[in-house]
């Protein structure tokens, strides 16, 4: 909005924005034109997939999910299964659902470049990395009885048995987790007290406590794929 004062005392608004029909539906029309017709080109020059069928009798090895459930079933390797399939799933829709209670940018509305905002599209295009990483891990690097393989080593049955898992003394474990989340969110507030400031508690710690999750996730992965380390905090009744 642009305001312009002129010579007889009266102000001129001058409104720099423009409505959502037609000017950004015809755009957004076009565009599904143009990827619509991407699709089909690309299916007529490259076949599907398609494998022989099932047979019950024999099971395919490694028996793999289709590619948009691959970073559940790759996830299952780092946690136990009520983290990494019942837990962290539901943490990624819960926070889908507060991004508009959580985004206090007043540009939220319109904006999508980074330039106005950094922090929503640094922790988006760092989260969708993240993800379609575990998607390709599962799909170009698990072979046989779901072992890694790097892309340049042929998959065989014939492989060096992996070294054993151990976990992380109790006491020391709950340390580190606790020490973890304390640190991620007391020293933010601590640097950026604007930050702090403008999300108010509630927001902050729901904000940093997921983005400490997705976090945590990958350093228990680099973890577990450099020092053999199975769980953080092993108890008889959960194992986080």
Do not use: C
Not at 75 to 101: C, E, N, Q, R, T
Not at 151 to 158: F, I, N, R, S, Y
Not at 160 to 182: A, R
């Amino acid at each position: 909005m642009e305001v312009r004062a002129e010579s007889k005392g009266l102000v001129e608004f001058k409104d720099d924005r423009v409505f959502t029909w037609p000017t950004l539906v015809a755009k957004e029309f076009l565009a599904a034109i143009f990827v619509t017709v991407g699709l089909l080109f690309y299916s007529y020059v490259v076949d599907a997939p398609l494998r022989e069928l099932s047979n019950p009798g024999q099971a395919e090895n490694p028996a793999k999910a289709p590619w948009y459930f691959l970073g559940l079933q790759e996830a299952l390797v780092y946690f136990d299964p009520w983290f990494a399939g019942v837990a962290l799933p539901s943490l990624i829709i819960v926070g889908l659902i507060l991004i508009p209670y959580l985004d206090i940018n007043p540009k939220g509305n319109g904006y999508y470049t980074f330039k106005e905002r950094k922090f929503a599209v640094s922790i988006f295009v760092l989260g969708y990395i993240y993800w379609y990483i575990l998607i390709y891990i599962g799909t170009a690097l698990r072979g046989p009885f779901w072992a890694f393989f790097w892309p340049w080593e042929k998959w065989t049955h014939d492989f060096p048995t992996p070294p054993p898992l151990h976990d992380m003394p109790l006491p020391l474990g709950v340390i580190l987790m606790m020490g973890f989340y304390f640190v991620g969110l007391v020293l933010p507030a601590m640097v950026n007290r604007n930050f702090f400031n403008k999300l108010g508690i509630i927001r902050y710690v729901l904000t940093m406590g997921l983005l400490l999750t997705m976090i945590g996730t990958v350093i228990k992965m680099v973890l577990r794929l450099s020092f053999s380390i199975k769980y953080i905090i092993a108890t008889p009744w959960i194992n986080i």
